[in-house]
């Protein structure tokens, strides 16, 4: 970052540059505004009122890309009202301790940081969204369900509508939490976005769809089966792609990945018949692939 310190106060603008540059920001001292014109961009300039005169607004808009700070004797529609209406971002008034200035400027650097990376995540999110295809024309309000053939579609569908309502969510996964907590965090006051549905036995699917009826919860399963829940969205990737992290599996590591993702939410007679082979086979799978056997009575 490089400073540009406009001011004909030339004790002042060395004891400004003194401070910043055992600070590590580098600066060059002009005394006029016809200087400043001539020098290269600044990331930061500090505008003594005084010396850009009725060239304030000019210079302003001739660097939009910097952080202008304009230092004052006192508040006038010159001095400061017209300045921020060309685009600077501060001011502040004479006498000023140097400390206050630093905080004026590291404050408008952070700010500026985090504009810079919102615009990065809004553009990246619209990237996102391109791959989303909502089957369903209903637009609802919690609690819903979103049934998806891939979870990073259902995640961009769950913050597009927490963006387009205006609502703040919190996370909770079923991969790392038992679903009875995650029911207890649930609150009246932010909208909890539950994933991994699928990873339930289908006892505590149905015991979650029916607890989950009155709360404010999203809820998001990697399925095509029937749900019995009143809202439910049906949301596909557009190129209908199944979600493993955007890793090209081997026909192995696909089998294994199926019964690992899908085992607690099917049957082994349900899951077999959906992988095209006999429960026979399943189980021989498991026991190649060193997957426990789980009991079915933990289906019921």
């Known amino acids: 970052m490089n400073v540009l310190i406009v001011e004909n106060e030339i004790y002042l603008a060395q004891s400004i540059a003194t401070k910043l540059e055992s600070l590590g920001y580098p600066c060059q001292i002009v005394?006029?505004?016809h200087e400043a014109m001539q020098k290269p961009k600044s990331d930061v300039v500090l505008l003594s009122a005084n010396a850009g005169g009725s060239l304030c607004e000019m210079f302003i808009r001739q660097n939009p890309q910097a952080i202008v700070i304009m230092m004052i004797a006192y508040v006038s529609e010159d001095t400061v009202t017209k300045p921020i209406k060309a685009g600077?971002?501060?001011?502040?008034?004479?006498p000023f301790m140097l400390d206050e200035l630093l905080r004026k400027i590291e404050h408008q650097l952070e700010c500026q940081r985090l504009k810079k990376q919102i615009v990065f995540y809004e553009e990246y999110f619209s990237f996102l969204e391109s791959e989303v295809q909502v089957l369903s024309s209903a637009r609802y309000y919690p609690p819903f369900v979103i049934r998806c053939n891939a979870q990073k579609i259902a995640d961009v569908y769950a913050i597009k509508?927490?963006?387009?309502?205006?609502?703040?969510?919190?996370?909770?996964?079923?991969?790392?939490?038992?679903?009875?907590?995650?029911?207890e965090r649930a609150s009246r006051d932010t909208v909890m976005?539950?994933?991994?549905?699928?990873?339930?036995?289908?006892?505590?699917?149905?015991?979650?769809?029916?607890?989950?009826?009155?709360?404010?919860?999203?809820?998001?399963?990697?399925?095509?089966?029937?749900?019995?829940?009143?809202?439910?969205?049906?949301?596909?990737?557009?190129?209908?792609s199944l979600d493993f992290e955007g890793n090209i599996l081997s026909v192995r590591e696909y089998e294994k990945c199926i019964i690992q993702k899908f085992e607690n939410h099917y049957s082994d007679v349900e899951l077999a018949k959906k992988m095209g082979i006999s429960r026979k086979n399943l189980w021989e799978k498991r026991k190649r692939y060193g997957l426990e056997k789980r009991k079915e009575t933990d289906l019921h």
């Open 88 to 94: 600077a971002k501060d001011y502040i008034m004479k």
């Open 193 to 240: 976005y539950v994933t991994h549905l699928e990873s339930l036995r289908k006892a505590d699917f149905r015991d979650f769809l029916h607890e989950m009826s009155d709360k404010n919860i999203i809820a998001s399963v990697v399925a095509s089966d029937q749900i019995d829940f009143p809202q439910v969205v049906d949301v596909v990737c557009q190129s209908g």
């Open 31 to 33: 005394s006029t505004i």
């Open 161 to 183: 509508i927490a963006k387009e309502k205006k609502m703040t969510l919190k996370f909770a996964t079923l991969k790392l939490y038992d679903w009875r907590d995650v029911l």
